[in-house]
C-alpha cells in the first residue's frame, strides 16, 4: 500500500488505524487545513472509523516532523495543520476558526531588516488575522 513507506519513514508501524489516517489526509484532491479534533470528525464520517484522540494526534506530528505535513501556530493554544507543505501564506478567521490559503502572489514582497548572528531565514509565512 503507498501509506506504508510514510509512516515507517515517519518512525510507526503501519496500522490499520494509521493507514485509515492516511487515507483521509492523502487521498484528497485538494490539500486542507485542520486541526487533530477536526481530523477526527472527518475519520468518522469518512471512513465510518474511530481513532483514539492520542493515536491521530502522535501520527499527525509524525507525520509534521517528517514533513508531510506543516504544523501552523494560531495562538498558544491553537494549531492547526496543513496538508500543503509548500511556503505559503494564510488567512485566519478569527469568527469561524477557519484557516484559508493566500497565495504568495497576494502578497506584495516582504523586507525583513533584522537579522540573527548565525541564523538565516529559511521561509517567510505571513498569517493574516479577520474578523467581522
Keep these: 500500500m503507498k501509506y506504508i513507506e510514510k509512516l515507517r519513514n515517519s518512525g510507526l508501524r503501519p496500522t ?33 472509523s474511530n481513532i483514539s484522540l492520542a493515536t491521530i494526534y502522535n501520527t499527525v506530528h509524525a507525520f509534521e516532523k517528517k514533513g508531510y505535513l506543516k504544523q501552523i501556530p494560531i495562538n498558544s493554544s491553537q494549531t492547526y495543520f496543513d496538508t500543503n507543505v509548500s511556503d505559503h501564506h494564510h488567512f485566519y478567521d478569527l469568527n ?12 506584495g514582497p516582504i523586507n525583513i531588516k533584522k537579522k540573527i548572528n548565525g541564523k538565516k531565514i529559511k521561509s517567510v509565512e505571513v498569517l493574516v488575522k479577520l474578523e467581522d
Excluded at 469561524?96 to 502578497?107: A, G, R
Design 16 to 48: 490499520k488505524q494509521r493507514l485509515k489516517i492516511c487515507q483521509v489526509l492523502f487521498d484528497s484532491e485538494k490539500t486542507f487545513h485542520f486541526t487533530v479534533n477536526d481530523l477526527a470528525k472527518k475519520i468518522k464520517i469518512k471512513i465510518d
Design 96 to 107: 469561524n476558526d477557519k484557516l484559508i490559503d493566500l497565495e504568495n502572489s497576494d502578497v
